[in-house]
């Protein structure tokens, strides 16, 4: 694997758009000057002295920032320090970031089920289909009629598909088609439905809100997840042959899957009108299912050793599918569970939902609420925003990062956050909240302790090992393009060798290293939104 370079110069390696705000995080204790060279005409272009050094303790290391915002000219550069140290070479260029959202969101195709992928659309990733799912059984009754449960996408670098992990994904990628519909009216990145009149992103969201409609039973609840009872070893999609069941049903999926079928069933871009009254019928049956069972807790079964993804505590699930319900239904009652939840913001996981529901309710739902419950969530994801702006006063990355972020996936906690500061930035226009989403970015792209692009084919440095079947076993060398890695955190889970304990340096780009270098649909959903985000705002 390409090594971590902890003594180089941090920079966004995806490139910056002229207008952009940009700092490079240099290695080192004191203020420093440096220079950035444009490679073409090797002349110096800008010279600068970066800040106060700061010690960030979570990365064992002591950096400081260097701000060349003001260098807006078009070219290849190159910062350098006196005494030696260097940046990756980066690009300054109008379409920047473009590239990277289209990649992205591209991921999603790649990691289709149940569907052969063309050299058309997917290059050297082209692959025969795998996983038909037409002929699924309960676990629990082997002997029942099987239902077709295909398409939908793989969860991540294994083959199972999961519901609660499925929505919240599902859900991200609704909020940016709604968010930023201009963007995605006539943006298209190669997808066999590119042909048709519907947004690429439409398309995307229907290939697993129809997987997700087929894992409701015919009362209302919804199976957990559909899984082989052990992960698949390291091969192609259609070499994972081992029987497939659906699980036991959980209130959590149930609950979720409510959320996302009234989400889906408020889109304005569905492919038949007819298909916003069958998610809504689906969801309020969900709903009425979890009344009726409201505390049926996933666990694996005896014989299930795949991810479990259980949550014992569903109150902000019953908040975040009431406020959906009440958005598409107009019926107040729904919205009990939400006014009654405790009201605190963190980024949005797929074990926290609650954050899904203030994005609905300060979106669509705003003009349903009272001036008051309106004022109220409003104030406190504006607070949580700013207390995310406090918090990226520790380091000399300037990002909101705690301890407690470097868990599975610290890298969508960031994102996540980031989701949060864009929504608060529209709703103010504070520029703290935009600069600091756009650090968020940068972070993702090779501005962090370890010098990685952690996202596969963006930039000089990307993970090349990442723990993904597809990217291991194909006889491609470039991992799958466009997926985010979990990232740096001190769980070790794995038992790999770790060259740090410092969380945000616990990052190996290593098949091994699935705490931290596998990829999922959840982490890969707030990078797309955060960069459609980003490309949006240059238009505000
Ligand atoms: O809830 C406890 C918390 O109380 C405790 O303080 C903390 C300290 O470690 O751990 C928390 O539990 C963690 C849990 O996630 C909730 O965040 C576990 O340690 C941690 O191992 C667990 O990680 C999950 C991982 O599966 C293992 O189950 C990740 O969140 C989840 O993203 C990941 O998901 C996997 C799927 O199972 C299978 N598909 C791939 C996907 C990504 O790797
Ligand atoms: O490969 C599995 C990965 O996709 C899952 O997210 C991860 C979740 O725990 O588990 C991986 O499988 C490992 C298994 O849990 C333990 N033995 C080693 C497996 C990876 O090679």
């Known amino acids: 694997p390409i090594k971590a370079a902890y003594q180089e110069i941090k920079i966004n390696q995806a490139g910056y758009y002229p207008e952009r705000s940009k700092v490079a995080i240099i290695p080192a204790s004191g203020t420093t000057p440096f220079s950035i060279k444009n490679l073409h005409t090797q002349q110096v272009v800008f010279e600068g002295v970066s800040s106060a050094a700061l010690a960030w303790d979570l990365a064992d290391e002591t950096a400081s920032t260097a701000d060349f915002s003001a260098l807006k000219t078009p070219g290849l550069y190159q910062i350098t320090t006196a005494d030696g140290l260097q940046s990756p070479r980066f690009r300054i260029f109008a379409q920047a970031l473009q590239q990277p959202h289209d990649m992205a969101i591209k991921a999603y195709y790649f990691n289709r089920a149940s569907s052969a992928l063309d050299m058309a659309f997917a290059g050297q990733w082209q692959r025969a289909a795998g996983h038909p799912d037409d002929h699924i059984v309960p676990l629990s009754q082997p002997a029942a009629k099987p239902f077709a449960s295909s398409k939908g996408w ?72 559909l899984t082989t009872k052990n992960f698949a070893g390291p091969v192609m999609p259609h070499e994972a042959t081992a029987q497939r069941f659906v699980t036991a049903k959980s209130t959590a999926a149930t609950l979720n899957f409510a959320a996302v079928m009234a989400a889906a069933s408020t889109l304005d871009t569905l492919p038949d009108p007819a298909l916003k009254q069958r998610y809504l019928r689906s969801a309020k049956m969900a709903w009425q299912w979890a009344q009726d069972n409201p505390k049926v807790y996933y666990t694996n079964e005896k014989s299930v050793h795949t991810g479990e993804y259980g949550d014992d505590e569903v109150s902000d699930e019953f908040a975040w599918a009431g406020a959906q319900l009440y958005v598409a239904t107009g019926n107040k009652g729904y919205l009990q569970a939400f006014l009654t939840h405790e009201r605190k913001l963190s980024a949005p996981s797929w074990s926290q939902v609650y954050p899904h529901a203030y994005l609905t309710l300060l979106n669509e739902g705003r003009a349903m609420l009272t001036p008051d419950e309106a004022q109220a969530i409003e104030n406190t994801l504006i607070n949580y925003a700013r207390e995310l702006v406090e918090q990226s006063h520790d380091s000399a990355y300037q990002i909101p990062a705690r301890a407690e972020d470097f868990v599975w996936g610290s890298n969508a906690v960031l994102l996540n956050k980031a989701v949060l500061l864009w929504t608060a930035w529209k709703l103010t226009h504070e520029n703290d909240f935009n600069v600091l989403a756009q650090r968020i970015n940068d972070y993702i792209f090779g501005q962090n302790p370890t010098g990685y692009s952690y996202v596969t084919g963006v930039g000089t440095r990307p993970p090349q090992h990442i723990h993904h079947r597809p990217s291991y076993a194909d006889e491609v060398v470039p991992p799958v393009p466009g997926f985010v890695a979990g990232g740096p955190q001190n769980g070790h889970q794995d038992g790999c060798n770790y060259y740090s304990k410092a969380p945000a340096r616990s990052y190996i780009d290593d098949w091994c290293s699935y705490s931290t270098n596998e990829v999922t649909i959840n982490w890969n959903a707030p990078l797309v939104y955060s960069l459609a985000a980003e490309l949006d705002s240059r238009t505000r």
Do not use: C
């Not at 929505?167 to 088609?177: H, V």
């Not at 943006?187 to 809100?209: A, C, K, T, V, Y």
């Open 154 to 225: 793989y969860d991540a670098g294994d083959y199972n598909k999961y519901i609660v992990n499925s929505g919240i994904s599902t859900y991200t990628l609704i909020r940016a088609l709604k968010d930023f519909p201009a963007f995605y009216a006539n943006r298209q990145w190669n997808i066999p439905e590119s042909i048709n009149q519907l947004p690429d992103m439409q398309d995307e969201i229907s290939w697993n809100l129809d997987w997700m409609l087929s894992m409701q039973a015919s009362d209302g609840g919804v199976y957990h997840k």
